[in-house]
């Protein structure tokens, strides 16, 4: 009789677990969110203060500096170890074929990030680029896991 | 053209840098067993690390002159590097599926490249 009940049981603690797995994703995608928008502002603050010696890119060593020296952009690399480590824990417990899709949210919050925190352009080559990048980690990610 | 060109080069470049990373790590991974100092003496661990650091930088500069929302999804092509090397390196299969996603990959940079352009 036990075992009657036993059967239904096993996949809903699967579905649990792949549920947890996927909300894990999802907030890994904010993670890098997060991240970037850290790095692009640090980057930002470089750039204003060279912008009084020259306009453009700032130089490589003071993009070395950069990371290691600017508040911004060193938490938000300290924010990508923190999602590189929550990744790997979601990779273990659910299935690739979900996740994968999932990870892609990122490229969304970026481009939102972009538009309202920096005010830059959106336009629909822009919006389609994004898309099709999304599908094709998608598509990768998922012929990955056969 | 609000990014230039320089920034998303160096962003692809950063990219292509980084996917090297992730074989070093990989290949480092193999040696590694339950003691510290197979951490600390991997060298292709270490040398993983600093690809990855090097490869930050570039970004780094990349994004001190351009657009958030056309480098960061740039970085994409790094993934397609990586499906290069595992299948030089490890010999992972390349399937139908990996192909279409790498085709998928490029036509989006193709699309932001002229999404960028066209302002």
């Not at chain 1, 579905?15 to 904010?30: D, F, H, Q």
Request: charged letters at 10%; proline letters at 3%.
């Amino acid at each position: 009789m036990s075992s009657v009940t036993a059967v239904p049981e096993v996949p809903v603690v699967d579905v649990e677990k792949r549920r947890r797995a996927a909300l894990i994703v999802i907030a890994c995608t904010l993670i890098i969110g997060a991240a970037q928008y850290l790095i692009k502002l640090g980057a930002n603050q470089l750039a204003a203060q060279q912008h009084s010696v020259h306009s453009g890119s700032v130089s490589l060593q003071a993009a070395v500096m950069g990371i290691f020296t600017n508040p911004a952009i060193f938490s938000g690399y300290c924010l990508y170890g923190i999602f590189t480590v929550l990744f790997v824990f979601a990779l273990r417990h659910g299935e690739l074929s979900i996740l994968y899709p999932l990870i892609s949210l990122g490229y969304v919050w970026v481009a939102i990030i972009g538009v309202l925190a920096f005010h830059e352009a959106m336009n629909p080559l822009k919006l389609t680029g994004i898309a099709i990048i999304m599908a094709g980690v998608t598509v990768l990610g998922r012929g990955s896991t056969k | 053209m609000t990014t230039p060109i320089s920034s998303i080069a160096l962003v692809l470049v950063g990219a292509v840098i980084g996917s090297f990373g992730a074989i070093f790590l990989k290949w480092g991974a193999h040696a590694l067993s339950r003691s510290w100092t197979s951490i600390v003496y991997n060298w292709k661990l270490a040398v993983g690390i600093a690809t990855y650091l090097l490869s930050s930088v570039l970004f780094v500069k990349g994004m001190t002159n351009g657009e958030l929302s056309v480098l960061f999804p740039m970085v994409s092509v790094g993934y397609i590097c990586t499906l290069l090397w595992s299948h030089l390196f490890f010999q992972e299969r390349i399937t139908r599926a990996k192909l279409a996603g790498v085709g998928l990959i490029l036509i989006g940079i193709v699309f932001l490249g002229f999404g960028n352009a066209a302002r």
